[in-house]
């Protein structure tokens, strides 16, 4: 809204038709020009007609919000109704002619801040059900002889099989038992590494997870750590019978650590060791 008398509020007759109707359907705005003073009556707006040229809640915001002042030395300030602070952007303006639909709650929960794009895209192909499995091919009409690699026993790879079904798919305690997924990693082996474990109850729920920076180590030293700090946890907090899932490499490692020739150093050996020492601990 503007402040002066000869000041005006208008739609521009060269607007586009389609911008025109959008938003003249939000602020009951029309093609033509007319004069702000024309809306008041003394000191104060005219009620009746703030009702008659705007909708609701824009009237009801000129009442509250927009000073009015008739003396030549007051300037005009346009105000934008749909940020806080009154000012236009972008976004906003997007906002108000895009065509939103209702928000869906199980994306919400995928496209997360913080979880990195890769992942958010893959739950979200995967949710939709847009993964290359062999059955997709099948029903597009391609002629394909579908096995699943993970299985001993030949399957038809499918989506369902694939995360639901198989062996290799992950699946829930028996009443009463923990899981704990351990995973470590390192960039250049040896470089910049990390760690990774979670623990989940039987009906699935996370119960604690953590990440831990390591500096610069190896693979090696990171999944045993991993496996170290992941059963350490699950010890001092009586998560038993416990489950321990992980990269099986490491258990040749764990196993073959002790012989003679090995390439691991000393500080590797020496983590290793603990994990045995952990694994071999009486629940």
């Known amino acids: 809204m503007i402040n002066k008398d000869k000041s005006s509020y208008y739609m521009h007759s060269k607007v586009a038709n389609g911008l025109f109707q959008a938003v003249g359907a939000i602020t009951g705005f ?61 976004s906003s303006a997007w906002q108000i002619l895009r065509h939103r639909a209702v928000p869906n709650k199980e994306f919400k929960l995928i496209w997360i801040k913080g979880l990195p794009f890769k992942i958010s895209f893959f739950l979200w ?78 009906e699935g729920d996370v119960v604690y997870a953590r990440a831990v920076d390591l500096g610069v180590t190896t693979n090696v030293v990171a999944e045993a750590k991993a496996i170290l700090q992941g059963l350490e946890y699950c010890v001092e907090h009586d998560f038993h019978p416990l489950i321990l899932e992980t990269d099986s490499l490491n258990d040749v490692y764990i196993k073959g650590s002790s012989r003679e020739g090995s390439e691991l150093t000393r500080s590797q050996k020496g983590t290793i060791s603990k994990v045995g020492l952990c694994l071999a601990k009486p629940a």
Request: with cysteine.
């Open 30 to 90: 029309a093609r033509g020009l007319q004069e702000v003073a024309e809306l008041r009556q003394g000191e104060t707006w005219d009620d009746q007609l703030l009702d008659q040229t705007f909708n609701e809640e824009i009237a009801e915001h000129i009442r509250l919000n927009v000073h009015y002042e008739g003396s030549e030395g007051y300037w005009d300030r346009p105000y934008w109704m749909s940020t806080p602070s009154g000012k236009f952007s972008v």
């Open 125 to 202: 192909r995967l949710w939709r059900q847009k993964i290359a499995t062999d059955d997709r091919w099948r029903r597009q009409g391609q002629m394909v002889m579908s096995r699943c690699w993970c299985c001993q026993q030949p399957q038809e790879e499918s989506i369902e099989h694939i995360f639901v079904t198989s062996p290799t798919a992950s699946k829930l305690p028996c009443h009463g038992w923990y899981k704990c997924n351990t995973d470590g990693a390192s960039k250049g082996n040896p470089g910049p590494s990390s760690l990774g474990f979670c623990v989940r109850d039987d």
